[in-house]
């Protein structure tokens, strides 16, 4: 089984960085495309980023791209979200996700192509 975990959420002000962790516990992910995912209180669960995780292929959302970076670690089993330069509007429960399907990057950014989920970090940025 694949058992996936988020950590390094918490409060900033606006304007600084964070950075989130995805640990993969179980099969390793050396054959999983990846991805990040956010939601507000409210609101939909909205595409972050997505990274394939043996070609090394990103791909981002118009709202992150520029000021978000996605990257993993291959030998601990772990992607990351560099988050920098942060708004009032980033503000949300960040969730990790795994899918088994290889597929174009762009595909990624729909849910119901992962096949794992993390239970989430919240991230909060006060203006």
């Known amino acids: 089984q694949v058992q996936l975990v988020e950590s390094g959420g918490g409060l900033v002000q606006a304007g600084d960085s964070l950075r989130l962790s995805c640990a993969a516990s179980g099969r390793t992910f050396s054959n999983y495309d990846m991805g990040w995912f956010r939601q507000a209180p409210g609101k939909e669960r909205e595409f972050v980023a997505a990274i394939s995780w043996s070609g090394g292929t990103t791909y981002y959302a118009d709202s992150v791209k520029g000021r978000f970076t996605i990257s993993r670690d291959n030998a601990k089993n772990t992607m990351y979200l560099q988050m920098n330069s942060l708004k009032p509007e980033d503000t949300a429960v960040y969730y990790c996700?795994?899918?088994?399907?290889?597929?174009?990057?762009?595909?990624?950014?729909?849910?119901?192509?992962?096949?794992?989920w993390g239970r989430g970090t919240q991230v909060t940025v006060s203006s």
């Open positions: 996700a795994a899918s088994k399907t290889r597929t174009i990057v762009t595909v990624l950014a729909r849910t119901a192509v992962y096949d794992y």
